[in-house]
């Protein structure tokens, strides 16, 4: 009992002692010497505030220990990773203020206006303690008033610059396309010319709105573009465009026009559509639509998972890999024969399939994949689908190929002439050895001689035809006397001299220097 009760009174007397604290530690401004990041909190001395990371944190119980904790963490190494890219983009450009490039990058990516704002919250983030910084805001109104009033007259002022400089004006090819914007139909204005700085250079000077899509309408507009910005008619080497009719129409066309006040005037048309045209034209005069086949059965396929899953069943009974029907767009130049190349992969399971629905087949399918509803398919009819498909997936090969040389951004003027010419040699070629591709040539043999005779005439004959139509394949066409200019073969001063006369430069040049430099 005398030991409880001593025990307990040594409990109270230890318990009465004053308690020693830790002194807590303050912010210290010599700090900032060391750590040019650190700051003081305004009303709080025992914490100190990041400017790099942006965060407030205690001090109160490390002290410099704390900055050093901090400075170590994972977000204030990355905000210092971040900060350092951000100082190095800034001294790529020296001479170009941050808000002016954050408002060029906003036009040149085609971004929205009001991304623009994104850049005064990144101000605020590297200055927290600037008044001004918190108070500017740049959304969608400020920001394209400083693009249109701005960089816009600005850019353009320098191309025209380029275009009228010292006493002989830069000669420079013109483009432009109809462009819809609800009901509105705009028309931009674009120029093409080259400078031994730069190389070939493609620059927009006008976005005119014109609700005139005649050719007159469309020959005002452009020329009253050129002439507001001081440009002559004199100067415009070539006009570029799609191949519309009131573009480049035989008798009143935009491009008749123009050249009956530049009589130099150069055709820069679209190859490429020349070449889309003839496979659209051509498939149009086959016996089987082969491109409605293939809209209508991925439109049959594309609206229903439960028939996707059916068609993944009919794949594994017929021992195929199961493949998505491809999706044709009338519009896409190279979506039609990946799409084609798709339908051959599974075609005895999609038969299959559309043979097992019976009556609930759609009749413009069953017409078309030629299925009949007592027997199923006709063995002759059946084959006579497939061969065509076999054959235009053969054939559009080489269509394919030709688009994607001319849609090359390395091909050139001088390189026009050799590849259209190539390709209709190509499809003589074929059309004369009778070749569609070895599998297509198996399948031939079992269709009747006028149903083969006729597979092989109207892709083939009515493709060379409107190629034939709408390409110039004489010497009269300006892009003939080129090629020697690709540097394939040895250049002659005969070559040079049979270029300058067509492109009209006999005036500009001096033949005799130009010999000496050949």
Known sequence: MRFFEMSVNNVTSSSSLPVKRKRLSK???EWQTEHEWVSPVSGNEYKANCTVCHRVFSVAHGGLSDLKQHSAGHYHIRAVAEDAEWN?????????PRGRQIRADTVKHNLSYNSSDCAQKLYQKMLPDSKVAKKIC????????????????????????????????????IQTDASNKGNRKMFPVVVQFLTPECGVVNKMIDFVKNPNESAEGIVRCLLHSLETLGLKIEQVSAFSADNANVNFGVHNSVYTMLRKQQINLLQGN???????NTLKHALDNLSVDVENVVLKVYGFFSISAKRR?????????????????????TTRWLSLNPAIT??????????SYFISLGDECPKQIRTLLRLTTDSGVQEDDGNVVKVYLLFCNNILYLFEKVVKKLEASATTCVELYPIMHSFS???????????????TKTKLQHLSPVDAGKAREELIDTALRYIEKWFDFSESNWLHCLPPLSLHD??????????????????????DDLYDDL
């Open 270 to 276: 679209c190859h490429a559509h020349i070449v889309h």
């Open 490 to 511: 040895k250049l002659t001063f005969n070559d040079l001299g049979k270029i300058c006369n067509k492109l009209h430069l006999m005036a500009r040049v001096n033949m």
């Open 342 to 351: 798709r339908l051959l992969q599974s075609w005895s399971a999609l038969k």
């Open 309 to 329: 899953e059916a068609l993944k069943e009919f794949c594994e009974f017929c021992d195929i890999e199961f493949r998505e029907v491809l999706r044709h767009v």
């Open 27 to 29: 912010y210290r401004t």
């Open 138 to 173: 740049c959304g969608r109104t400020k920001a394209e008033s400083l693009v249109k009033d701005v960089l816009a007259p600005k850019a353009v002022e320098d191309v025209v610059g380029k275009l009228k400089k010292d006493e002989t004006p830069l000669p420079f090819s």
């Open 425 to 439: 040699a190509k499809l003589k070629q074929r059309r004369d050895d009778q070749f569609y591709g070895y599998l």
């Open 88 to 96: 190095r983009s800034v001294h790529d450009t020296p001479d170009f």
